[in-house]
């Protein structure tokens, strides 16, 4: 979802986080093709809203020249930057710095009141030493991060983490309780899902907004509680998994009778 268009005629961009839904029909009803481009490609952009009721750029025909990885690389990092920016920060995309651990380029880079943030947002395969590595150059220089995953890769990471915690906190071998939570409190991480409409999930039934999430990382409260990232807490994560429970067990009775 391209939530973002520039003018073609260099005056600016469009973005639907910042428009009401007046100002929204407006566009629809007044822009002509070519005014704006879709930031991927430079293809017109058509205003549109979902099904669902959320405004978004289309392409012009629906065709696109990059591929369908750049595109929902690009959308997220928009996406991620603009919010970022109504939260009060000061945000750009592909922020290059560096350290004594290395070189970075930040996805999204965001500044508030002396806090440094990059959010990274990855969609292809990455190693856990890779993310580790590149994790390890933000935090030893004290700049905070989040790294936001499609599903496929949060899902491939989860396995990863969850063996590295069974290997070094629990020697080779299972809990007595049977299942543990996967996440490394090194490595900042939540699942983010564009379509229908952008969506935050994780293991242990975390959900969130994106900006509650982003907010949270900005003011200490994403936290890695017994290997879960939650906001402030485990409490809504426990009772959402506690009726998910219940409702198997009630669908397991019903299948019985
Ligand atoms: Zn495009």
Same mark, same amino acid.
């Given at each position: 979802?391209v939530?973002?268009?520039?003018?073609?005629?260099?005056?600016?961009?469009?973005?639907?986080?910042?428009?009401?839904?007046?100002?929204?029909?407006?566009?629809?009803?007044n822009?002509?093709?070519?005014?704006?481009?879709?930031?991927?490609?430079?293809?017109?952009a058509?205003?549109?809203?979902?099904?669902?009721?959320?405004?978004?750029?289309?392409?012009?025909?629906?065709?696109?020249?990059?591929?369908?990885?750049?595109?929902?690389?690009?959308?997220?990092?928009?996406?991620?930057?603009s919010?970022?920016?109504?939260?009060?920060c000061?945000?750009?995309?592909?922020?290059?710095?560096?350290?004594?651990?290395?070189?970075?380029?930040?996805?999204?880079?965001?500044?508030r009141?002396?806090?440094?943030l990059?959010?990274?947002?990855?969609?292809?395969?990455?190693?856990l030493?890779?993310y580790?590595?590149?994790?390890?150059?933000?935090?030893?220089?004290?700049?905070?991060?989040l790294w936001?995953?499609?599903?496929?890769?949060?899902s491939?990471?989860?396995?990863?983490?969850?063996?590295?915690?069974?290997?070094?906190?629990?020697?080779?071998?299972?809990p007595?309780? !049977?299942? %543990?939570?996967?996440? $490394? #409190? =090194? +490595?900042?991480? *939540?699942? &983010?899902?564009?379509e229908?409409?952008?969506?935050?999930?994780?293991? !242990?039934? %975390?959900?969130?907004? $994106? #900006? =509650? +999430?982003?907010? *949270?990382? &900005?003011?200490?409260?994403?936290?890695?509680?017994?290997?879960?990232?939650?906001?402030?807490?485990?409490?809504?994560?426990?009772?959402?998994a506690?009726?998910?429970?219940?409702?198997?067990?009630?669908?397991?009775?019903?299948?019985?009778?």
């Open positions: 979802m939530i973002e268009a520039a003018y073609a005629d260099g005056t600016g961009v469009a973005n639907a986080l910042r428009m009401s839904q007046v100002q929204w029909h407006e566009l629809q009803r822009y002509r093709v070519g005014d704006l481009q879709m930031p991927c490609c430079s293809a017109p058509v205003p549109k809203v979902s099904a669902n009721g959320y405004p978004f750029f289309a392409h012009l025909g629906g065709a696109c020249t990059t591929s369908e990885e750049s595109q929902w690389h690009l959308a997220a990092k928009i996406l991620v930057r919010v970022l920016e109504d939260l009060g000061r945000a750009s995309v592909e922020m290059p710095g560096s350290g004594d651990a290395g070189r970075w380029q930040a996805d999204v880079w965001g500044e009141n002396g806090v440094r990059a959010v990274e947002i990855q969609r292809s395969y990455q190693s030493r890779d580790r590595k590149r994790q390890g150059r933000y935090s030893d220089e004290g700049v905070k991060s936001l995953l499609g599903q496929e890769r949060y491939t990471l989860a396995k990863s983490m969850g063996k590295e915690r069974l290997r070094t906190e629990f020697g080779g071998k299972f007595p309780g !049977g299942h %543990f939570g996967p996440c $490394l #409190p =090194d +490595l900042p991480v *939540a699942m &983010l899902e564009l229908p409409v952008p969506t935050i999930k994780g293991a !242990g039934f %975390f959900t969130a907004t $994106l #900006p =509650d +999430l982003l907010e *949270a990382v &900005l003011s200490n409260r994403f936290l890695c509680i017994d290997g879960l990232w939650c906001i402030n807490n485990l409490d809504s994560m426990s009772s959402a506690k009726r998910s429970h219940e409702l198997a067990a009630a669908k397991r009775v019903a299948a019985n009778t």
